[in-house]
Structures are given as structure tokens and as C-alpha cells.
């Protein structure tokens, strides 16, 4: 690791700390009232405590498990219909209005959609996750691989190469930084779906927990949960980044 980002690395982390004692000076002060701001030392509590206990560890394994499996299905299909839309100019001119419609729609007006065809079921979960979470890596897959530079296709045209052998060995490559960029995105919205649709289908998992420590003002456990869903997202995005930078090396100049 250079010494610039270790700098930067050690400021993020002061900072941190910062306002950590920031909310704890704001809740010894009181100026919010403790049943609704705990102090990050009670916060830390109620969070040690679930964990010995095991109860607030099954909450994350539920959540974590819908994240991930409403973001691979996400992935897979996002990058695989990305893929064949960007490599063909014709059906992104045919698809493009229809994506650029669907684009913005919010997951969550697909909620009630949801819930009428599949009930208050774990199915209905994982499809409003992989919905959210589709869009950020479809249309970052399909920008990728349009951005490619087209003598490159001319050239695969002229050696005769299969559609998927152009995917494979030229496209693919020149768009996996786009493809990334969508897949750390696509992540964090599966993860606030995640949370969503345990507090709607009231499944086992970080959402419900919080909902239920809200309505009996178990401020300290509401909180608990709130930080470890920030180390969720935190710890996947670190792995992320990992695995990009390692997919990514021959981007890296020499040296």
C-alpha cells in the first residue's frame, strides 16, 4: 500500500472517530432525548450483546443471504442481457427508450406488484432485490460495451469471429470497469432492498430487527443494527474493490 493511501486511509478513520465523539458528547449533553439517541457506548453494548447472544448473528445471516442471492440473480442477468444489448447497435436503438423508462422507476413501486403475485413470501424479497439492483448493472454492462472502440469490432469482423468470441476476448475486457462500477452499485441497492423487504414480509433479518427495536423504543438495539448493516456495506465494498483491482491489474501501468 503507497504511503498517499495510507495517508488518506488514516484520515478516514480520524474522521471516524470524530463524530463518534461528536454523537457521544450530543448524547451525555442530551440534546436529543436518550429514547431516541443512545450514546455510541450503549449502541456498542446492545450490539455485543446480540452477538454473544447469537440472536442479533442469525438477524445478519439473513440479511447478508438475501443481499448477495438478489444480487447475483441481479448480476447474471444484468450483465448477460447488458452484454447482448451493447455489443448490438440496433437493439440499443430499439431498447433504448424502453430501458431509459424502466431506469428510473423506483424498486419500490414494484413493491405492491410484488406482493400480489408472490404474497408475503422470501420470493417476493428477492425479486424486489434483483429488480433495484438489476438497472445499476444492465445499463452500466450496456455503456461499457458500447463505449468499445469500433475499429476493435472491425478488426473481430475481419478474423471472423464468433458474436461470443467478440464478447469473450474484446468486448468483455474493455467493459469490465463499467461492469464493475455497476456492480458496486447494484450491491449497496440490494442491500437497502434487503432491509426493505424483511421490514414489509416481516422476514428474520437486520430490517425487521430494527423495525421492531423502533416501535418499543429499544433505542440502543435499533442503533445496534444500524451499525452493523454500515459494516455490511463496508466490508462488501472493500471485498469488491479487492476483487476488481485483482480482475483489473492489466489497466495498471508497469511498475
Not at 474493455?174 to 440490494?190: Q, S
Request: proline residues 6%; contains cysteine.
Amino acid at each position: 500500500m503507497s504511503a498517499s493511501r495510507i495517508l488518506w486511509f488514516a484520515a478516514s478513520i480520524l474522521v471516524g472517530l470524530c463524530l463518534v465523539a461528536i454523537w457521544q458528547l450530543a448524547a451525555d449533553a442530551r440534546l436529543v432525548s436518550p429514547v431516541f439517541l443512545p450514546g455510541p457506548d450503549k449502541a456498542w453494548a446492545a450490539l455485543e450483546r446480540g452477538i454473544a447472544s447469537g440472536e442479533l448473528l442469525d438477524k445478519l445471516l439473513g440479511t447478508v443471504g438475501r443481499m448477495i442471492w438478489g444480487w447475483l440473480l441481479a448480476s447474471l442477468l444484468g450483465i448477460g442481457v447488458g452484454a447482448l444489448i451493447g455489443i448490438s447497435p440496433a437493439a440499443r436503438a430499439w431498447l433504448g427508450p424502453t430501458l431509459e423508462f424502466l431506469r428510473p422507476l423506483p424498486a419500490s413501486a414494484i413493491v405492491p406488484v410484488a406482493i400480489a403475485f408472490l404474497g408475503l413470501s422470501e420470493g417476493m424479497v428477492l425479486a424486489v432485490i434483483g429488480f433495484g439492483a438489476l438497472w445499476p448493472m444492465l445499463l452500466a454492462t450496456v455503456h461499457g460495451f458500447a463505449a468499445v472502440e469500433p475499429r476493435l469490432y472491425e478488426v473481430s469482423r475481419a478474423l471472423g469471429l464468433s458474436r461470443w468470441a467478440v464478447i469473450g476476448k474484446i468486448a468483455l475486457p474493455n467493459a469490465l470497469p463499467d461492469i464493475f462500477a455497476g456492480l458496486r452499485l447494484g450491491l449497496t441497492v440490494a442491500l437497502i432492498l434487503a432491509v426493505v423487504g424483511e421490514m414489509l414480509a416481516s422476514r428474520e433479518g437486520l430490517g425487521l430487527w430494527i423495525l421492531l427495536s423502533a416501535r418499543a423504543f429499544r433505542a440502543p438495539d435499533l442503533f445496534a443494527g444500524v451499525i452493523l448493516l454500515g459494516l455490511v456495506g463496508f466490508a462488501s465494498a472493500l471485498l469488491l474493490s479487492a476483487v476488481e483491482r485483482r480482475a483489473l491489474r492489466w489497466r495498471l501501468p508497469p511498475g
